[in-house]
C-alpha cells in the first residue's frame, strides 16, 4: 500500500510516498489559465481570430452544395455576425494603440519613443500624430 503511515511496514526500509496531486493541481491551472487567456484576450487578437473564422465559414460555403435555402440564410446570417463583431474588435484595437501611443508620447523619452514608432518625438505633436500613426496602427 502506496501510504506514508504503513512506511514500516517492509521491514524498516519504508516505502517511497510520491504524492500526485501538484500533477493534478498542475493541470487543472492549466486549464484555467488557458480559458481565462482567451476571455482576457486583447481586441486585437480576437479580431483576428474572428477574421479566419469569417474566410473559413467564407470557403465553406462556396464548397457546400447541399445547402437548402432555410440553411443558406442561416448560414449567412451567422457569418455576418461574426464578421461585424471582428470589424467592431478590430475598431477597438485600433483604438487601444491610438491611446497607447498618446500615453507614450506623454511618458517616454525621445530616444525610447523613436525606437519604438520610428518617428521623432519632437517634430510631432499630439494633434498631428494620429495621422503618421494610422498606418502603424493597421
Excluded: C, H, W
Excluded at 482567451?38 to 479566419?52: F, L, P, V, W
Aim: no cysteine.
Amino acid at each position: 500500500m502506496r501510504s506514508p503511515l504503513n512506511s514500516y511496514a517492509d521491514g524498516g526500509r519504508g516505502e517511497v510516498y510520491l504524492s500526485e496531486v501538484d500533477l493534478i493541481q498542475n493541470a487543472a491551472n492549466a486549464v484555467s489559465t488557458a480559458a481565462m487567456d482567451i476571455d482576457n484576450a486583447s481586441a486585437e487578437s480576437k479580431a483576428n481570430r474572428q477574421e479566419k473564422r469569417v474566410e473559413r465559414r467564407e470557403k465553406r460555403r462556396g464548397e457546400k452544395e447541399n445547402f437548402n435555402e432555410d440553411s443558406l440564410a442561416k448560414f449567412d446570417a451567422k457569418t455576418k455576425k461574426i464578421s461585424d463583431k471582428a470589424s467592431k474588435n478590430r475598431t477597438t484595437a485600433s483604438e487601444e494603440k491610438e491611446s497607447r501611443r498618446k500615453r507614450d508620447y506623454d511618458i517616454m523619452t525621445d530616444e525610447a519613443y523613436k525606437k519604438k514608432y520610428g518617428v521623432d518625438k519632437s517634430s510631432t505633436n499630439s494633434n498631428k500624430t494620429s495621422n503618421i500613426f494610422k498606418n502603424y496602427i493597421k
